[in-house]
């Protein structure tokens, strides 16, 4: 059995921009696979055990994908920036 693959990607908040998800589909997926997103300095709103998170502030995540058949997991770290520069008229 083959090690999982955990592919995902960040983004960046600004005044339009109060929320994102955090996009994990290249990831391995199937029923046999389990996700979870992880953060120490941003806010997950919802989707923390899916492969597309929601997230409302900058800050690292990590996803880690688990393959329950063998316990073997992959992670991967994306980072969500902050723009809130004034808009110009």
């Given amino acids: 059995m ?7 990607s960040g983004g960046t908040l600004d005044c339009n921009t109060t929320s994102l998800i955090l996009n ?5 997926s199937g029923p ?6 992880n953060t120490s300095n941003g806010n997950i709103v919802s989707g923390a055990n899916t492969l597309n998170a929601t997230v409302d502030a900058p ?11 063998n316990g073997c997991f ?7 920036t902050q ?7």
């Fill in 83 to 89: 723009n809130i520069a004034l808009p110009t008229a």
């Fill in 74 to 80: 992959s992670t991967v770290n994306v980072n969500v």
């Fill in 32 to 37: 046999g696979f389990s996700y979870q997103w």
């Fill in 2 to 8: 083959a090690s999982p693959t955990a592919v995902a």
């Fill in 59 to 69: 800050g690292a995540y990590t996803l880690t994908v688990t393959n329950a058949a």
């Fill in 24 to 28: 994990g589909s290249g990831s391995s």
